[in-house]
């Protein structure tokens, strides 16, 4: 399995925009598919934007029309654009991949993650 790494975590105001990346450690995306998972405190670790072989992207209801996944092949990276966040976007945030070209809203699906980057957002 490839390695994942996720940074751009930090502390923002409800409103405020934070961008997140994963930088796979070796070609991933012509491999796998992709995702963000987010994890908040004392909840389950949930799917929000997976992001299919060909680039074809899903959104959870929560982040639909407020966050963006994105992929850059030059840099080799996975990004994550979160605009006009909320509180309960608080949580720790997950770069996932599994294999198979189809895009997923199904957590138990992914089977590798990286670490994590803390987000926090206050009111």
């Known amino acids: 399995q490839v390695r994942l790494v996720e940074s751009g975590g930090g502390s923002v105001q409800a409103g405020g925009s934070l961008k997140l990346t994963c930088t796979p450690t070796?070609?991933?995306?012509?491999?796998?598919?992709m995702a963000w998972f987010r994890q908040a405190p004392g909840k389950e670790r949930e799917v929000i934007a997976p992001?299919?072989?060909?680039?074809?992207?899903l959104y959870a209801n929560s982040v639909k029309r407020r966050f963006t996944i994105s992929r850059d092949n030059a840099k080799n990276t996975l990004n994550l654009q979160m605009n006009r966040q909320k509180p309960k976007d608080t949580g720790m945030y997950f770069c996932?991949?599994?294999?198979?070209?189809?895009?997923?809203?199904?957590?138990?699906?992914?089977?590798?993650w990286g670490r994590g980057t803390q987000v926090t957002v206050s009111s």
């Open positions: 996932a991949s599994r294999g198979g070209p189809l895009n997923s809203l199904e957590a138990r699906l992914y089977n590798n």
């Open positions: 070796a070609d991933a995306y012509s491999r796998y598919s």
């Open positions: 992001l299919a072989r060909d680039g074809s992207t």
